[in-house]
């Protein structure tokens, strides 16, 4: 199992996005079945759904199986990293980088409330990203 060290990243419109390394990052579209399942993807992206829009804890794990203990949100989703690298960004916030091995992988986002929500709903929250590899084989 790898881990890396959590960071800060600020969450906006209530959503995150999780994309190749040196990509533009992708918009996408939300449709009515998105939001229920609490993520939209498209070609080389997912975005997943935020607890709220305010500052959040990230950490990025690989080949570990999720722990659902505290998470209130859980989705898992196919995700293939083409080259070495992936990078997770809110609308209006920096970005993180992350050297994942390229691969097929399913990728497992947990959120985890470090708080309860103040008087206007916002509230600190940990996103546990898991990449783990799906065991297909992967492309020579």
Same mark, same amino acid.
């Given at each position: 199992?790898?881990?890396? *060290?959590? +960071? ?10 999780? #994309?190749? &390394?040196?990509?533009? &990052? *992708?918009?996408?579209?939300? !449709?009515?079945?998105?939001?229920? $399942? ?8 997912? !975005? ?7 500052? @959040? ?26 080259? +070495?690298?992936?990078?997770? $960004?809110?609308? %209006?916030?920096?970005? %993180?980088?992350?050297?994942? *091995? @390229? ?10 409330? %470090?708080?309860? *929500?103040?008087?206007?709903?916002? #509230? &600190? ?7 783990? $590899?799906?065991? %297909?084989?992967?492309?020579?």
């Amino acid at each position: 199992m790898k881990q890396w *060290p959590p +960071e800060k990243l600020m969450i906006s419109y209530q959503q995150f996005t999780v #994309y190749q &390394k040196g990509a533009k &990052k *992708p918009h996408l579209d939300w !449709s009515d079945d998105a939001v229920e $399942r609490g993520f939209t993807a498209g070609e080389d992206a997912v !975005s997943f759904a935020a607890l709220a829009s305010t500052e @959040a804890e990230i950490e990025v794990w690989m080949d570990a199986e999720p722990d659902e203990k505290g998470a209130v949100q859980s989705v898992t989703v196919p995700f293939q990293v083409v080259d +070495e690298g992936i990078e997770i $960004r809110s609308i %209006l916030s920096g970005k %993180l980088s992350y050297p994942i *091995p @390229a691969g097929n992988y399913y990728v497992t986002c947990q959120a985890i409330p %470090l708080e309860k *929500p103040n008087k206007e709903g916002l #509230y &600190k929250v940990k996103y546990v990203i898991i990449f783990k $590899r799906d065991g %297909l084989k992967e492309a020579s």
